[in-house]
């Protein structure tokens, strides 16, 4: 069986999705020094972080989290564009362990119900094929036995990529662009917002605003990273 192993790594092997090295048997989607070349925040010890921060006198959110630092010529910048346009979902479900457990082990992460992805439109969803938060997310919903409801938040417009605008454009752009499918779902229930990079949280702000429609919802954010 090892033999027939090796064969097989031999013609299709298995990478790092960094470095683009094969990944040793102890290794998975990262080699171990791409790996430790991370930028981790480590906003999951430390309240208020960044994040937090950043949507203060914004929206109200109870507790907001990101694994990592996001630089648009780094490392980070790659995986989450080999994740988005490449196809590379084991970066999601990668990060979605990683950030999963950390979460396990966050004494001040209240109680959640549940688990909801920002979306993207379904023309963008047909063309990819996938959300690339939907692994991530779904790694998480695993990690806590929170489910995950990514059919209650859709997007009504396809409003373009929104890396390049300023805040206050990307946000008007946004603001009407979120509809909720059962808001009777999520009446009185805590949950946990996800998307990949916040930059301006232009678009995590907008679903925040549609999100805090439903009564008595509480909100929370984890992304895989967090532009300083």
């Known amino acids: ?7 097989f790594y031999l013609f299709y092997p298995n990478i790092c999705a960094s470095c683009d090295n094969q990944l040793n048997d102890y290794e998975n989607a990262l080699c171990l020094s791409c790996r430790y070349d991370l930028p981790l925040t480590n906003f999951i010890n430390f309240t208020p972080n960044d994040i937090e921060q950043a949507f203060q006198g914004r929206v109200s959110i109870e507790f907001a989290t990101s694994l990592l630092f996001y630089d648009r010529e780094g490392i980070v910048h790659d995986l989450i564009h080999k994740l988005k346009y490449k196809g590379h979902q084991e970066i999601g479900v990668f990060l979605g362990n990683w950030l999963g457990n950390e979460l ?9 119900d549940y688990i909801v992805p920002v979306p993207i439109h379904k023309n963008r969803l047909k063309k990819r094929g996938f959300n690339q938060v939907t692994k991530f997310g779904e790694q998480i919903s695993k990690i806590l036995a929170v489910p995950m409801s990514d059919g209650i938040l859709l997007r009504k417009l396809d409003s373009g990529t929104q890396t390049l605008k300023q805040r206050i454009d990307r946000f008007k752009d946004l603001k009407e662009k979120f509809y909720i499918t059962n808001n009777e779902l999520l009446k009185g229930k805590h949950i946990l917002l ?4 916040i930059t301006t949280g232009a678009t995590v702000e907008a679903c925040i605003i549609k999100l805090q429609e439903i009564k008595d919802i509480k909100i929370s954010i984890a992304t895989m990273a967090f532009t300083a």
């Open 1 to 7: 069986m090892r033999f027939l192993k090796n064969i």
């Open 194 to 197: 996800i998307d990949d990079v």
């Open 104 to 112: 396990l082990q966050c004494e001040r992460l209240p109680k959640l």
